[in-house]
């Protein structure tokens, strides 16, 4: 079993459609984060959250610790945000740093 | 401006061909880490560096070397490269504590033949 499980695996939306992408977990973690990699391969930092919610502008980020479990929510959606998003969590106490990924959701938003 | 910077970004050598791959970063970050990323298998940790002179085996460690003798650089060694090793390699960084995204590098695809 993966310790970190990411659904859909692929998503495909309109032009201005609500998307929610999720991301559960099995082990203690130090924090969560979200990364965007876009076609060609650059990865982007979106989120790092230990608790509660962060919102940067059409994106927010949630988790239940208790739960285990993350959402990453992008409001009106544009074809630009078409990427892979990528789930990892951050080991705790001794193995902070040791970072397990999800294996990503591929996301195409059509015009 | 700040950033992690790997070379190279391509690079093509054959079976036991000692080679390095360079990440720099100018941030004054503690923490850096290397990842490799295969199709259907996505990122994994390969090693990571807590601050100098400390590192710590990743998920996938085997293969490969790393160093941390300064802080703002962390190169990646792979004594006799193996054609399983071919993959798209990327270095990160973050500050140690607190509320710290990872800043990544662009990426080095290997190719191992």
């Known amino acids: 079993k993966n310790e970190v499980e990411q659904s859909p695996q692929n998503l495909t939306a309109q032009e201005g459609e609500f998307i929610t992408i999720n991301c559960s977990y099995s082990v203690g973690i130090s924090a969560l984060h979200w990364l965007q990699q876009h076609p060609g391969g650059g990865i982007v930092s979106l989120f790092m959250l230990s608790s509660g919610k962060k919102k940067h502008g059409r994106l927010i980020a949630t988790i239940n610790i208790q739960e285990k479990h993350s959402s990453l929510h992008i409001t009106a959606s544009h074809p630009r945000d078409s990427a892979v998003y990528i789930c990892?969590?951050?080991?705790?106490?001794?193995?902070?740093?040791?970072?397990?990924f999800g294996k990503g959701t591929k996301l195409s938003v059509k015009p | 401006e700040a950033q992690v910077t790997q070379n190279p970004r391509y690079l093509i050598t054959v079976t036991g061909k000692k080679l390095t791959v360079t990440c720099s970063q100018n941030?004054?970050?503690?923490?850096m880490s290397w990842y490799r990323q295969d199709p259907g298998l996505g990122l994994r940790q390969i090693y990571y560096?807590?601050?100098?002179?400390?590192?710590d085996k990743g998920d996938v460690p085997e293969g490969y070397k790393v160093s941390r003798k300064e802080k703002r650089n962390f190169p990646l060694i792979l004594e006799s490269p193996s054609p399983n090793q071919t993959s798209l390699y990327f270095c990160a960084s973050r500050y140690r504590y607190g509320n710290s995204p990872l800043h990544f590098g662009n990426g080095t695809r290997l190719t191992v033949t």
């Open positions: 941030m004054n970050h503690e923490y």
């Open positions: 560096s807590m601050n100098v002179e400390v590192t």
């Open positions: 990892a969590v951050d080991g705790y106490g001794g193995s902070q740093g040791n970072l397990i």
